[in-house]
């Protein structure tokens, strides 16, 4: 067969970007943005063909497909690299983009290239600014005194969310908690909704579990209410106020639209301290009690009324103190020629950069675009407690806010497996450092490919040798998506025949590729790991001319380049 004597000639000349049929079914396939921190490696590879492979079938099937591609551009790496490399951080980064574009283009990945877009470009994170103000001016915005996370090594605030088993999500050292004023956007009043509007995002069970179980909200069922004033001052007996003792702050949901809220240590008299078992109620109205007696008893029968014990959920402390970021202006609202120098956490920018690829945000109505919502979205599951919370959050805020129509912008999502490799490292200063395999190295066990773990495999060298096709033949077809796949398990020779097995048969029935008749089935995206035993089954039992131009079919979407 001609393609394995030079697999990337032949792919050159071949491919051509798939035409898109226009007034059809709508398809948005987004893979979750890279950061762009060097060269790709198989790791990061399994995502991008995910993305593209689906998107090809989507055209198969007559749809108008966008498959977008945008950069992650901001963000520590870069600034650290740069001081290593006495490089200035923006040159550092547009030459990494160019590297993985380049890279993207032998591995044959199609996407999008008009809508493409890097978050260190002023047309995009200007829009940042206008969001904050929209965020300021509903209140979401706030600035105040309290207790946050302070990474010791890269010198920087941190969130909740970027605190993992009590350590610091970059760096690894303990977090410092310091009492400052910082700059917060107000989540919390979302942390019931964070909770129960995963009943209706078609998420993976394990992506639901890593959520509520960082949320980790627990509800209090309220059995039995009493009213009572003391000097004008209005509080409730609860019966199991034993169990909330500790608590500086408790919402007490009644209603969607009814919060109260009970806060500890407000007012100190002899005469409540003698009543242990009640809680002042600061922002309680004295005409509102003989309604709200007949309410609350109605619904403490229906067992509807509970409270909130605790949750991981606390205002987002976005702002960091970086120099490669985001500029964060919060003094220009009050003074236009005052610049910051304190920089937008990157979580911030992922959680929202969705809309940007569509170019359209709109203050006045609702930003109502067929693309939405997004059908596809791949990435991995290590994103669950970070970007794709915060992508809810800012999701649920823009619907509230008018600025999106869509209370969840993502239908589905696919969390694509780890690829495993060997793991090497040599002792020096009775310190582990990692390598790459030598004889002087030792073998620390396998993990999943990294470039701190330097495990990771370039898919260029793989591609001289087999073809971007059979690249992603192999990754695609050795376990199922969300399956992690071990590297050495993959076998390039089997997949090699298989491909030869095909063409054998093509070129007995001497058939005419122009020629191939469209089918009703087309390849189960969740299934598409069965693709070769499927096909060799069939072949089994039939090899007729018109059951191989359906073979080709099927395979196009994996290896478009073999199939023409």
């Known amino acids: 067969m001609i393609y394995f004597k030079n697999p990337l000639f032949i792919e050159n000349k071949i491919n051509k970007?798939?035409?898109?049929?226009?007034?059809?079914?709508?398809?948005?396939?987004?893979?979750?943005?890279?950061?762009?921190?060097?060269?790709l490696h198989l790791g990061h590879v399994r995502n991008y063909i995910l993305t593209d492979i689906i998107s090809?079938?989507?055209?198969?099937?007559?749809?108008t497909v966008i498959h977008p591609m945008g950069w992650d551009s901001f963000g520590l790496p870069a600034e650290n690299a740069s001081k290593k490399l006495n490089l200035n951080s923006l040159k550092w980064t547009l030459s990494n983009i160019k590297l993985m574009k380049n890279q993207l283009k032998i591995l044959q990945i199609n996407y999008s290239k008009k809508l493409e877009f890097l978050t260190c470009d002023v047309n995009f994170y200007k829009w940042e600014f206008w969001i904050l103000l929209y965020f300021y001016k509903n209140k979401l915005l706030l600035k105040q005194y309290d207790e946050i996370y302070w990474d010791k090594i890269q010198q920087c605030i941190l969130s909740n969310e970027q605190i993992n088993d009590n350590l610091c999500w970059r760096s690894n050292c303990k977090p410092i908690k310091i009492k400052n004023f910082t700059w917060f956007i107000n989540i919390k009043k979302y942390t019931k909704k964070l909770i129960f509007n995963l009943k209706n995002i078609n998420w993976s069970k394990k992506i639901k579990n890593i959520q509520k179980k960082?949320?980790?909200?627990?509800?209090?069922?309220?059995?039995?209410?009493?009213?009572?004033?003391?000097?004008n001052y209005y509080y409730i007996n609860i019966n199991n106020i034993k169990k909330i003792i500790n608590l500086k702050i408790l919402y007490l949901l009644i209603k969607k639209k009814n919060k109260f809220l009970f806060k500890k240590k407000i007012f100190i008299n002899d005469n409540l301290l003698k009543i242990k078992k009640k809680i002042i109620i600061t922002n309680f109205n004295l005409n509102l009690i003989k309604i709200l007696k007949e309410e609350i008893n109605f619904l403490i029968c229906k067992k509807k009324i509970f409270f909130i014990k605790k949750t991981n959920i606390n205002n987002w402390a976005f702002i960091r103190q970086r120099l490669w970021g985001s500029p964060f202006f919060y003094k220009k609202i009050k003074n236009k020629n005052f610049k910051s120098k304190l920089t937008i956490d990157t979580f911030f920018q992922s959680s929202w950069y969705y809309i940007y690829y569509l170019k359209s945000l709109n203050l006045t109505n609702k930003f109502k675009n067929d693309w939405f919502p997004i059908n596809i979205y791949v990435g991995g599951i290590e994103h669950a407690n970070l970007h794709l919370l915060y992508l809810r959050i800012i999701n649920f805020i823009f619907y509230d806010l008018n600025i999106i129509d869509k209370k969840n912008v993502i239908l589905n999502l696919i969390n694509q497996g780890f690829i495993n490799n060997e793991v090497y490292f040599k002792i020096k200063n009775f310190k582990k450092i990692f390598c790459?395999?030598?004889?002087?190295?030792?073998?620390?066990?396998?993990?999943?490919?990294?470039?701190?773990?330097k495990n990771g495999i370039n898919p260029i060298y793989l591609i001289n040798k087999f073809g971007s096709d059979i690249l992603k033949l192999s990754?695609?077809?050795n376990k199922p998506i969300d399956k992690n796949i071990n590297w050495g398990n993959i076998n390039f020779f089997s997949i090699k025949k298989f491909i030869l097995k095909i063409n054998n048969l093509i070129e007995l029935k001497i058939i005419n590729i122009k020629e191939i008749i469209n089918i009703k089935e087309i390849i189960n995206i969740k299934k598409i790991h069965n693709v070769i035993s499927y096909i060799n089954k069939i072949l089994i039992y039939n090899n007729s001319i018109k059951q191989i131009e359906n073979i080709i079919f099927w395979l196009f979407p994996i290896i478009p380049n073999i199939s023409k």
Do not use: V
């Not at 960082?214 to 000097?231: A, E, G, P, T």
């Open 17 to 39: 970007n798939l035409k898109i049929i226009k007034n059809c079914k709508k398809f948005f396939c987004l893979p979750m943005f890279p950061y762009p921190s060097g060269k």
């Open 56 to 63: 090809k079938i989507k055209i198969l099937e007559k749809k």
């Open 214 to 231: 960082w949320i980790n909200i627990k509800f209090l069922l309220i059995r039995n209410i009493k009213f009572y004033s003391i000097y």
């Open 436 to 453: 790459k395999k030598n004889k002087k190295a030792f073998l620390g066990g396998i993990e999943k490919m990294s470039k701190s773990k």
């Open 475 to 477: 990754i695609i077809t």
